[in-house]
């Protein structure tokens, strides 16, 4: 018999032995019946702003190399503006902020061209501001070189702001393309941001891109980013030249608008949350919000405020000239989270404010 042989049966009842005293242990331990009364809404969460100032206290780390990762990027601009006036957009993926590599280019390549940026990563984006904007750039850039004909000018007589989304694109689409250096480019900041995410969004940028004197520099960061777009918008609309630039850079605009895990959602923090939005809204926009407050710490039983009462009230008051107007605010406020709608008992749409009786009164106090 070799010896080899009955070492290594010795090896294997040694583990048998071991793995059945464990479940047995676990057995036996598991039928004292004990369990631990502790839940997570019991943790003491610190306040977000005292988190985040914590935060801003760490020291970052390798700013050197990431200084010097940056400016190795410079060698590529002079490819990156030659792709861009072959009618190529650009987008930049790999780990870290790209915020700044962008706007450098931006600064440095682009001074010739109109550039307009969007933050992706904010909470909520008007597209049509945006594209208003291309086409006032646009329109500038036509008059400064004396290409815009007299037929192309009667067209867009009627103020842009007034103009649909569908107008807004087909006087894009009517420019002259014949060309290169006559563009307006439009960076785009984590397009796979909350705000540009949704199939509609990605539509319109994907037309906007397909437009002759527009160009698109984007930056995406989520992993499962190219999921929102299909083979003709990267091909045809896009028309991506895909770059792998890791900075390796902290998110720190981009952090800005995200909850920190560790931060406690109180009273007063929701509060403070509502009061930046609202302080960021039009007077008309906050005194139909104080209508709609007042009417639900006047009425604490009732279920919300229906639509049709929320609009007589507003009429009154001359806040508001028609059910349009009524709507953009309040399309406003669920955009924001500041209003929310359930189904009455009798079977109408009502609208509250997700705010306790406390933290409202606080808001309207607070809001001058």
């Not at 949350?273 to 926009?285: G, H, I, K």
Request: proline share 4%; net charge negative.
């Amino acid at each position: 018999m070799d010896p080899k042989d009955g070492g290594g049966e010795e090896e294997e009842e040694e583990e048998f032995g071991f793995s059945r005293n464990y479940f047995l242990a676990r057995e036996i331990g598991g039928g004292s019946g004990k369990k631990s009364g502790r839940k997570l809404s019991d943790i003491d969460l610190a306040d977000e702003q005292v988190l985040r100032a914590e935060a801003s206290r760490i020291k970052e780390k390798h700013e050197k190399e990431i200084a010097l990762l940056l400016k190795s990027y410079k060698d590529l601009y002079p490819k990156w503006l030659f792709e861009l006036r072959c009618g190529f957009g650009l987008l930049m993926y790999g780990f870290g902020s790209k915020k700044v590599l962008l706007e450098d280019f931006a600064s440095s390549s682009l001074t010739d061209y109109g550039a307009l940026v969007i933050n992706g990563y904010l909470p909520s984006i008007n597209l049509k501001l945006v594209i208003i904007a291309i086409c006032e750039m646009l329109q500038d850039q036509l008059k400064t070189s004396r290409k815009g004909s007299v037929r192309k000018k009667a067209k867009t007589q009627q103020p842009l702001s007034s103009q649909s989304m569908e107008d807004l694109l087909m006087f894009l689409n009517e420019q002259p393309s014949d060309d290169n250096d006559s563009f307006v480019c439009l960076i785009i900041h984590n397009i796979d941001g909350p705000a540009l995410r949704d199939f509609e969004t990605q539509q319109y940028l994907a037309r906007l891109a397909s437009c002759s004197p527009v160009r698109v520099i984007a930056s995406i960061d989520h992993v499962n980013a190219p999921l929102l777009w299909d083979k003709k918008m990267v091909h045809t609309q896009f028309n991506w030249c895909w770059y792998h630039v890791p900075t390796f850079a902290p998110y720190k605009a981009e952090g800005v608008f995200f909850p920190l895990i560790l931060a406690g959602s109180s009273a007063a923090q929701s509060t403070k949350t509502a009061l930046v939005v609202l302080q960021s809204l039009t007077p008309n926009a906050q005194s139909v919000f104080k209508v709609l407050a007042e009417h639900q710490l006047a009425n604490v039983k009732e279920e919300g405020m229906p639509i049709n009462t929320l609009y007589t009230k507003c009429r009154e008051k001359f806040l508001v000239s028609s059910q349009v107007t009524l709507n953009s605010h309040l399309t406003e406020f669920k955009d924001h989270e500041l209003v929310k709608v359930r189904k009455h008992s009798d079977g109408q749409d009502c609208l509250y404010i997700p705010l306790t009786t406390e933290s409202l009164e606080r808001l309207l106090q607070e809001l001058v």
